[in-house]
């Protein structure tokens, strides 16, 4: 056939995709498919390895999996890797009876184009990209024949960072199966020999322990993991696999000399961490949004983490907090010493924080940089110290200097150099990209803090990695003029348990020993390291070691200088982003990277035709909230809703595709959603309005504040205060601050804390409500509910209400598409119920998923309070009381 069909996905290219493996609705014909009955009917995975090399901190790890297809009928294999977010894909290729499919790496652009033909033509998708808290996803499947064995074999490459004094090597372990042939093993060689090596696993219990083995003597570690069928199973005679979770391999090396200097093929790195060093006291200006985003979990998590973060301030440093929402707040009017008294007062303060107002981060930002500024002018601080602003926010500025561009002019003015600013941002409400720039430009780094329950030591450790300086102004310079092409080699600051890199390429190819010079200011002098290294040398430290890859610091430089780039193209603008764009990719071509400059383009055999897809390195700036395992995967035409003011969702599967209208009317009347007269399933929605608005020209959207719902002899009433559950003899009273499952005959209730509620009632019917909160001082806003049916096929056909009407299978047809008065939103003519309406394409927001930004819906829209769409004319729908049982 030999036809080419290029097919990808794009993350961050197409808006309504969200970076899940779940959601893509923007392209037809995807099916949704469950890792449990791939993995488990038919394809079997016999073989699976994950072996790593590591050559000087620089890692390779390439991932193999074997897998037959037992079944009589062509069966889709799967391949799912989570790997490293510092990690550059490198190859793939997967091997069908004997024939090699080899990834391709490309320019993004080029890729982008065939991926734009390739959706005009209305093709599918092939490999999805997500983004974890560490790890990124790889995913990739293929149609495979009867008895046909696939191979898939997945490289990614990483320079493994020092933190807390040990190296990290992260591998996600999860092959949702039993796996006849299963090892992990690593090869580890360091020249300057190993002083430590461990290894943990989240799923290691003690009948695994003995499998897993570790060594390590002189410059080689070795670890290796290959437990038995048996020894997978979660119990005896189980089909379950154990093995899903982290493994990680840890180590160091011996550091008898400050520097480590290697010289191989025309490269070098030079490794830099010096022991034995006095800490410098430091000066932190800790600058915290308190804004009324902030408002629950978020500011306790902070206040938590910033108590325990000044506990273990060292007496000889300085440090102030200073709090921004609309206005700037100080504890102190400038820094103080970290005395225990201080401390004490200070932890008196942090305790009285409260969430308020807009998010003015240029005037906190700049109150926090001034401090240091000021304290460095009085001599306030020790000469020798290190200064530093930890800035901590959770959402955008918008309110003072909001442009994000303004706000990072005046950073760098105000710091002209002096501080690095540490940017961490809380959860996925925040300009990442800005935080990043910002950093970037004052020599510091971001981090994003993910909103979870351990988010207070996700902030204890990041501060952690900077609690100690050693030493500041470090510069590391190579007095040959045969060097070139130099990463960075001058560095603010040296943390404890951190480590320096520099790498450069050397233009005299007779040049062969070359002699670095560091020099920085450390707690009591002015510090000065000389090393010399030559090729000879360098040679003699690798001659045990015969498997290593000969270009490893090239590529180590490669490494090195594609992220530099990187990252400087994100703070650069006009033709010098122009320029760094260019190089970042003519390295990456060159040394295969997939980087986000990159895509990897796999022809995929299928359907006898051949089908391109393509792996994209996903963007932590661009990443929004991973969908929580709390919803099993599904398309999102699959269930009814209505949520927001008051928008209509009706999922309409067999099309793939959904209606939507709104109906309009006063607060306080009550709508019946659905109304069972077989079951006895009733469930009825309240109206709420906004608050008085000020100049009230339209009327004050609705929503729903209150929602009644029986079924047996229970009823429940939910509002966005509490939920009160009651049957013939029991009241139950929960608070939306609960984290409950209650598990009763006739009910199931699991109330998500402050997120959403989920009932499932005796008769198998199922449903989700969702609790919006909006910042308690919103001039115009209330909290409000959504409530979504996740599985209504238990309830009768007699089924009736807003919602309930359309769990019978509705069918429609879109007769002429042209265009309608916004130009982004055509409008067409519709069949449905044998009426011809005037419909309009549009989107409405799903929040199951993501219950701050919401997830677009694409649907029809049917004006006039849905007139034509549902069963007569709206107000029919009105009800009495939140409890009342009326059959319409
Ligand atoms: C495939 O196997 C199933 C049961 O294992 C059987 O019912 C079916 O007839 C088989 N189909 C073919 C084409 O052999
Ligand atoms: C990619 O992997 C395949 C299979 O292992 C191998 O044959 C090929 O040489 C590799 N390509 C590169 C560029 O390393
Ligand atoms: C496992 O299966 C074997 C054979 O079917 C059986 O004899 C044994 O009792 C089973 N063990 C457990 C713990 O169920
Ligand atoms: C700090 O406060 C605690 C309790 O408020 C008190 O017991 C302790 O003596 C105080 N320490 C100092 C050094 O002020
Ligand atoms: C730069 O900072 C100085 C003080 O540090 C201030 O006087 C000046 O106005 C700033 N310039 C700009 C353009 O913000
Ligand atoms: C960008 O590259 C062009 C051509 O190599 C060069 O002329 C120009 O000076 C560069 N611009 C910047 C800002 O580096
Ligand atoms: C509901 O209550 C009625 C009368 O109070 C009782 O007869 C019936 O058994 C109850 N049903 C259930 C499911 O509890
Ligand atoms: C009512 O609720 C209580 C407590 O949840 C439970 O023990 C009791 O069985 C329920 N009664 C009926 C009739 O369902
Ligand atoms: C529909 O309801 C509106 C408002 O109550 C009313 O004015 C109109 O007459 C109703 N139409 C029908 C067909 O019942």
Request: glycine share 4%; aromatic share 10%; proline share 7%.
């Given at each position: 056939m030999g036809k080419h069909i290029p097919i990808y996905i794009l993350l961050g290219l197409i808006p309504a995709v969200v970076i899940s493996?779940?959601?893509i609705y923007p392209l037809r014909n995807i099916k949704k498919r469950s890792a449990t009955d791939v993995h488990t009917k038919g394809i079997e995975i016999y073989w699976m390895k994950i072996d790593c090399s590591v050559t000087s901190r620089f890692s390779r790890n390439v991932i193999t999996s074997r897998a037959v297809n037992r079944a009589n009928?062509?069966?889709e294999a799967f391949f799912d890797m989570e790997l490293p977010k510092t990690g550059f894909i490198t190859n793939f290729t997967m091997t069908i009876d004997g024939v090699i499919y080899p990834g391709i790496i490309k320019e993004k652009e080029v890729a982008q184009k065939q991926y734009q033909q390739a959706v005009s033509r209305g093709q599918t998708a092939g490999l999805v990209k997500a983004a974890g808290r560490k790890t990124e996803k790889f995913s990739v499947s293929v149609n495979i024949a009867p008895t046909s064995k696939v191979t898939f074999q997945l490289t990614y490459e990483e320079l493994l960072k020092r933190n807390f004094g040990k190296y990290e090597m992260f591998i996600k372990v999860n092959p949702k199966q039993l796996v006849n042939s299963f090892e992990i093993e690593a090869d580890i060689f360091e020249p300057q020999g190993i002083s430590e090596l461990e290894v943990e696993g989240t799923f290691i219990n003690n009948d695994l322990l003995p499998v897993l083995k570790k060594s390590f003597s002189g410059k080689k570690g070795h670890v290796s993991f290959s437990p038995t069928i048996e020894q997978q199973?979660?119990?005896d005679n189980c089909t379950t696999t154990l093995l899903q979770g982290d493994f990680v391999i840890k180590y160091d090396v011996n550091r008898d000399s400050p520097n480590n200097l290697q010289i191989v093929n025309g490269y070098f790195v030079h490794f830099f961490a010096p022991k034995n060093l006095q800490r410098l006291p430091k000066n932190v200006a800790f600058v915290i949004d308190v804004s009324g985003s902030m408002y629950g979990q978020k500011i306790r998590q902070a206040k938590e983490a910033l108590t325990k973060i000044v506990e273990d301030l060292k007496e000889e440093d300085h440090f102030n907090i200073i709090l921004f929402e609309s206005s700037v707040s100080t504890w102190k009017n400038k820094l103080i010493q970290a005395t225990p008294e201080n401390v004490n007062q200070s932890k008196e303060f942090i305790s009285q924080i409260r969430d308020l107002g807009g998010t003015n981060l240029n005037d906190g930002l700049l109150t926090g940089i001034e401090m240091l500024n000021k304290a460095h002018e009085s001599k306030s601080v020790p000469e020798r110290s290190a200064s530093l602003v930890i800035m901590l926010t959770d959402g955008q500025a918008n309110e003072g200097v909001s442009d994000p561009r303004k706000i990072q002019e005046n950073a760098k003015n105000a710091t002209q150099g002096k501080y690095p600013i540490y940017n961490l941002g809380f959860g996925y409400g925040v300009d990442y990209a800005f935080l990043e720039r910002l950093a970037t430009e004052n020599n510091g780094v971001a981090r994003r803090i993910f909103e979870d329950s351990d988010a207070a030591l996700q902030l204890q450790g990041f501060y952690d990695e900077v609690a100690n300086p050693l030493l500041t102004e470090v510069e590391l310079e190579y007095a040959e003029n045969a060097i070139s092409d130099l990463t960075q080699n001058s560095f603010k600051h040296f943390y404890d348990g951190s480590e320096i890199v520099v790498a450069g390429r050397i233009t005299d190819n007779d040049l062969n020993s070359i002699t670095a010079e560091v020099k920085a200011h450390g707690a009591l002098e002015d510090l000065t390291y000389t090393e010399q290294a030559d090729i000879e040398e360098t040679a003699k430290a690798f001659e045990q070691q015969l498997y290593i890859f000969g270009e490893y610091i090239e590529r180590l430089w490669a490494y090195l200088t594609i992220n530099e780039q990187l990252e400087a193209r994100s703070v650069a603008q006009g033709d010098e982003k122009v320029n760094l764009t260019a190089k970042a990719l003519e390295m990456s071509l060159k040394y295969k990277f997939v980087t986000p400059l990159t895509s990897m383009v796999v022809t995929k055999p299928e359907d006898n035709e051949e089908k391109e897809a393509i792996a994209d390195k996903p963007i932590e700036a661009e990443a929004k909230q991973q969908v929580s395992a709390y919803y099993p995967p599904s398309t999102p035409y699959h269930y009814s809703s209505v949520d927001g003011d008051p928008h209509f969702i009706i999922a309409v599967p067999q099309q793939e595709d959904a209606l939507c209208?709104?109906?309009?009317?006063?607060?306080?009347?009550?709508l019946n959603l659905i109304n069972d007269p077989v079951t006895g399933v009733t469930v009825n929605g309240q109206l709420i309005g906004d608050k008085k608005s000020i100049n009230d020209v339209r009327p004050p959207n609705t929503y729903f504040g209150k929602l009644g719902i029986i079924t047996m002899n229970v009823t429940l009433e939910i509002t966005t205060?509490?939920?009160?559950?009651q049957n013939d003899t029991v009241i139950r009273v929960f608070s939306w601050l609960d984290d409950v499952t209650l598990q009763e005959p006739s009910l199931t209730l699991i109330i998500k804390q402050k997120r959403s509620m989920e009932v499932s009632v005796g008769n198998g019917a199922k449903f989700v409500v969702v609790l919006h909160?909006?910042?308690?001082?919103?001039?115009?806003?209330?909290?409000?509910?959504?409530?979504y049916m996740l599985d209504s096929h238990r309830l009768s056909e007699e089924t009736h209400g807003l919602l309930g009407q359309f769990f019978h299978p509705i069918g429609f047809d879109i007769l002429e598409v042209h265009p309608g008065s916004?130009?982004?939103k055509p409008d067409a003519t519709m069949t449905v119920k044998n009426n011809q309406l005037t419909v309009t394409r549009g989107w409405q927001k799903d929040y199951t998923a993501d219950i701050r930004h919401g997830t677009n819906i694409p649907c029809w829209f049917i004006h006039n309070n849905g007139k034509g769409l549902i069963d007569g004319n709206h107000t029919d729908y009105i009800v009495p009381s939140i409890f009342s049982y009326k059959k319409i």
């Open positions: 493996d779940i959601l009928v062509s069966k199973r979660t119990c209208f709104n109906i309009n009317e006063e607060p306080g009347v009550v205060q509490k939920i009160v559950l909160q909006v910042w308690k001082k919103h001039p115009l806003h209330r909290d409000f509910l959504g409530f916004d130009p982004e």
